[in-house]
Structures are given as C-alpha cells and as structure tokens.
C-alpha cells in the first residue's frame, strides 16, 4: 500500500471505524457472520438464496440446525413487527421447509395468522380468519401452533424462552372459531404478561406483550379526561417502568417496540 494511502488510513481512523462497524454486526449473532459482514461492507450484495428484499442484520436465535430456517425466520420476524404479516407467514413456511423440527418457525406461522393491532377483532378479522386456508386462517394458525407443542412434546430441542411463547401462543386460538374466540385474546394477553414478567431484559418478548395488550383496544390507547390523555390499563401495562428499562434501548432500532 502506498505511503499517502497508509497516512491517509491512519489520519481518518478507518481501520477503527470498519472494526467498530463489524463489532456491531457481529454483536447481533448472526446465524452466518462472515455473510453478515460481507452484506454491511457491499449493501448491495445480493441474497445468496434470491430474496430480493433486504431486511438488514437483526437476528433473533431460534433453535435449529438450519442456517436457511434461521434466516427466514429472521425474515419472518423483521416483516411481522413492520405489520406486513402475510409476508412474514411466508417466510416462516419457508422456515418450516428448510427445518419442519424448527417449533419456533410453527410458532412463528402461527403469530403471523392471529390478529394484530392493524386488523383486530373490531375490524373485522374473526370472519375472514374464519377461512380453511389462505391467509389469514385461524385454521393454520391453530395447526401451526398445534405441531409446535406437539414438537416440545415430543422431545425437539427448545429453550425454555421458546417453550414459554409457544404455550402462551396456544391459548389464543381455536377453529372453528365461536362466538366467544375473541375473548381468548385477553386470556392470551395474560400468558404473554408472565412471559413478559420471566425475561424483563428480552426486547422480543416485550414486543410480543406489548402488542397482545395493544390488539385488546387497537386505535384505543389512551383514555381522554378534560383534554388529558391517560393511560388505560392495557397501556399502562406495556409503559410499565419494569418493563421500560434501558437494557431494551440497543434492540429497539430492529425490533417491534
């Protein structure tokens, strides 16, 4: 390397800066770090599989032997906190095929095919989940959500976070659905606060809370009193300062919350 290019390096600090940068990516954990690196220093890089979009580095680890189920269930994740669900049911089906022992990736299929703070019961979503198949559909829901117990059941590896989702998930759904299969979102919402409670520092967890919470009153977060806004009990529930803490701060740019 030239003379000038050394001085030039060294003035501006960027060997720092690049092993900074890759401090970050690797920090995430990513399920295929040298890719992770390549894909921050060449943004443009396309995905070795041919998915087009580009979702940046989140990772959340699932348990699986797959690098490929464990890339779409990243995928899967980063869609449903952006709200575009039956993308992110997708790529947890895609999850699915690459690792069918993946009980995260049934998990995932199933949360994607609920209701969410978009397209809740008041709007709707109860009838058309109504439907066998397609999406969205309580059906698939219940037989995704049904497979990932069955998979804990039967001795798949999980962790015991895993386990906790998975069992406060199922008691969301059922199908038919009736006319009282709304109700089981507070049930559901209740499960999740234990869940919540258990793994404090988890911002994943938080994020599935506090979204259970919000589909109970979508639109309908605040009670106004003389022209205050105050917290109802669903909200003050996901503001709660234990559930706030700053150990979530670093996870919240590739999270739900």
Not at 87 to 94: D, L, P, T, V, Y
Not at 164 to 182: C, F, K, S, V, W
Not at 217 to 231: E, I, M, Q, R, S
Request: glycine share 6%; charged share 20%.
């Amino acid at each position: 390397m030239p003379a000038d290019a050394r001085a030039y390096l060294s003035a501006h600090n960027v060997e720092a800066a690049i092993k900074e940068a890759i401090n970050r990516v690797l920090a995430s954990r990513p399920a295929d770090p040298i890719r992770a690196i390549a894909e921050m220093l060449n943004p443009d890089l396309p995905p070795l599989d041919g998915y087009a979009a580009k979702l940046g580095a989140y990772h959340q680890p699932v348990s699986t032997s797959s690098a490929v189920a464990q890339r779409w269930f990243d995928r899967g994740w980063v869609w449903l906190a952006g709200f575009h669900r039956e993308e992110a049911a997708f790529c947890f089906s895609s999850a699915i095929v690459a690792d069918a022992d993946c009980a995260m990736g049934h998990w995932g299929l199933a949360l994607a095919h609920g209701p969410d703070y978009n397209f809740s019961a008041q709007s709707g979503y109860f009838a058309v989940a109504a439907q066998p198949e397609g999406y969205p559909s309580l059906n698939v829901a219940v037989k995704a959500i049904q497979t990932a117990l069955a998979l804990l059941d039967g001795g798949k590896p999980c962790t015991a976070r895993e386990r906790a989702l998975i069992e406060a998930l199922a008691t969301r759904y059922e199908y038919p659905p009736l006319d009282t299969t709304p109700q089981l979102q507070e049930r559901y919402m209740a499960a999740m606060a234990q869940v919540a409670d258990a793994y404090p520092r988890d911002a994943d967890v938080q994020a599935i809370y506090a979204e259970a919470c919000m589909c109970l009153a979508p639109w309908d977060l605040y009670t106004k009193n003389a022209g205050v806004a105050t917290p109802n009990w669903y909200t003050a529930g996901v503001t709660n300062p234990h559930r706030s803490s700053s150990a979530l701060s670093a996870s919240l740019r590739a999270d739900g919350l």
